[in-house]
Nanobody, 116 residues
Framework: QVQLVESGGGLVQAGGSLRLSCAAS????????MGWYRQAPGKQRELVAT???????NYADSVRGRFTISRDNAKNTVYLQMNSLKLEDTAIYYC??????????WGQGTQVTVSS
């Protein structure tokens, strides 16, 4: 079992920045990939960014160049630095971890609202 606690969401003006954090606890030795997904109202949940234990990253085209994912393996924490935020970035952001067993766990979600 893995427990995930997210923080850092909130309200920001377009063009601003936010940093999300997600701390993992429990069976952390088995965590492989950590990532962020988001779900806007009326839309399906979509990938934002992922990062493997060695540090290989993957980004959605819509956020590449504006968002940066990173992780601190010693703290079992993944971060998402979001810059140049746009109205369309408004969504609930979910932390996700994939274990070496391929099991996945989700955080409770944190709201990010970008205003004009």
């Amino acid at each position: 079992q893995v427990q995930l606690v997210e923080s850092g969401g909130g309200l920001v003006q377009a063009g601003g920045s936010l940093r999300l954090s997600c701390a993992a606890s429990g069976s952390i030795f088995s965590i492989d990939t950590m990532g962020w997904y988001r779900q806007a109202p009326g839309k399906q949940r979509e990938l934002v960014a992922t990062i493997t234990r060695p540090g290989t990253t993957n980004y959605a085209d819509s956020v590449r160049g504006r968002f940066t994912i990173s992780r601190d393996n010693a703290k079992n924490t993944v971060y998402l630095q979001m810059n140049s935020l746009k109205l369309e970035d408004t969504a609930i952001y979910y932390c996700n971890v994939k274990l070496i067993t391929l099991l996945r766990y989700w955080g409770q979600g944190t709201q990010v609202t970008v205003s004009s």
